[in-house]
Structures are given as structure tokens and as C-alpha cells.
């Protein structure tokens, strides 16, 4: 008897098991689809997302390029889209504990190809999948080249170098910070700034 049932019991978990990853894929697609929305909506630039375990959603945000009001996030701007993402969040039924807003800070991340080409001729850390002639990180110029792969252009401490790569072999990529204060980057933060990086906390009661 037991025999009998046995394939079916397994058959049943199974389906339930995928079932259940197919619904986690969803809603991580849609509260993160949600997120973009709401902060490109507003007319800034979404550049990343974070959710942990304990309920915590963190939205890093930018201005986009070109904008009249400046180049630097402020606390004001942070304010703004946290309490249009708790409206949202709440009218679409994301579950979360807290929501911190910020600005993506010195270092900010080069997430996606739109990146890259915003960013070309700044210096930037890059660090490859796979390591390149013994070594996966590199620090250089970021230059766009004829293919539509990229450049970086590096000082290895005896002549100028240059490695050509593709979107696809990057692990990660982030601005090098520029300690200039006409640098595009290092903007005097607000006096009642919540802390470093701009963030806003929107705390949610549940």
C-alpha cells in the first residue's frame, strides 16, 4: 500500500515545491518591476535593489542624466520617493518591514550597459568573471569602443595598458571616487542628512 502511494506523495511535492519557486520568481519580478516604476516615474533613475531576509528593502536612486535640478541626490529626493514607494508598496501588497531610500554614494555601481555608456571616460574599478593574465581586477579609464564592447585603459605602473572586454565578462564595476569637490560625485551632504550615502529609513509598522 504504501508502495502505491509513495510516487504519488513525491509527485505531489514536487509540483507544490516548483509551484512555490515559480510564485517566489514572480514576486520578486513584480515588487522589483513595481520599484522601477515608481522611482523612474518620479523622474529619477532606479540603480539597484537590495531585499534581505529580515523584511529590509533597500533602493539605491540617482538622477538621471542631464537633469536640470543637479547632479546630486539630496534628502529631500529620498523623502519624496519613500513616501511614494510605501504608497505603492502597500496598494500592491509587498510585504516588507522597512524601506531605506539612498543615494548609490561615491562608489556607485555601473549595473547595466545604459551604465556604462553614461559613464564613459570616468575611472572606474572593474572586476572580471574570469581572471585576465593572472588577475580579475583592474582600475582604469572606462572608454566605449567601435563593437560595442568597452575599454579600460590602465597604468600598470610602467606603460599605459589597455583591456578590451564585454558586458557579459563583468562581475562588478563601480565609479572610483573622485575627492573633488567639482568632481561630479562629492556633493557636502545636507546638515540633517539621515547618514552617509543620503538614506532615508521608512520604517513600516506590520
Known amino acids: 500500500m504504501g508502495g502505491f502511494f509513495q510516487p504519488i506523495f513525491f509527485a505531489v511535492a514536487l ?30 533613475e532606479l540603480v539597484d535593489t537590495e531585499r534581505s531576509p529580515g523584511g529590509l ?21 529620498c523623502e519624496k520617493v519613500t513616501r511614494q514607494l510605501q504608497h ?16 548609490p554614494g561615491l562608489d556607485r555601481p555601473l549595473k547595466k550597459p545604459a551604465d556604462f555608456a553614461r559613464f564613459a571616460g570616468a575611472q572606474v574599478d572593474l572586476t572580471l568573471k574570469l581572471a ?3 588577475r580579475k581586477k583592474y582600475r582604469g579609464e572606462l572608454q566605449a569602443v567601435a563593437d560595442g564592447g568597452w575599454r579600460l ?5 610602467k606603460l599605459e595598458q589597455a583591456l ?16 573633488d569637490f567639482k568632481g561630479r560625485r562629492f556633493a557636502p551632504a545636507p546638515a540633517d542628512a539621515a547618514a552617509s550615502g543620503q538614506e532615508v529609513d521608512g520604517g513600516r509598522e506590520r
Do not use: C, M
Open 15 to 44: 509540483f507544490l515545491h516548483t509551484a512555490h519557486r515559480t510564485v517566489q520568481v514572480v514576486f520578486n519580478l513584480n515588487w522589483q518591476s513595481t520599484v522601477e516604476r515608481t522611482v523612474t516615474g518620479l523622474g529619477y
Open 57 to 77: 528593502l533597500r533602493v539605491y536612486i540617482d538622477r538621471v542624466a542631464g537633469d536640470p535640478a543637479g547632479e546630486f541626490i539630496t534628502v529631500d529626493d
Open 88 to 103: 505603492v508598496l502597500e496598494v500592491e501588497a509587498v510585504d516588507y518591514a522597512r524601506l531605506e531610500v539612498s543615494s
Open 132 to 134: 585576465f593574465k593572472g
Open 153 to 157: 585603459v590602465f597604468d600598470d605602473g
Open 164 to 179: 578590451d572586454f564585454s558586458f557579459e565578462e563583468v562581475r562588478d564595476a563601480r565609479l572610483v571616487p573622485v575627492l
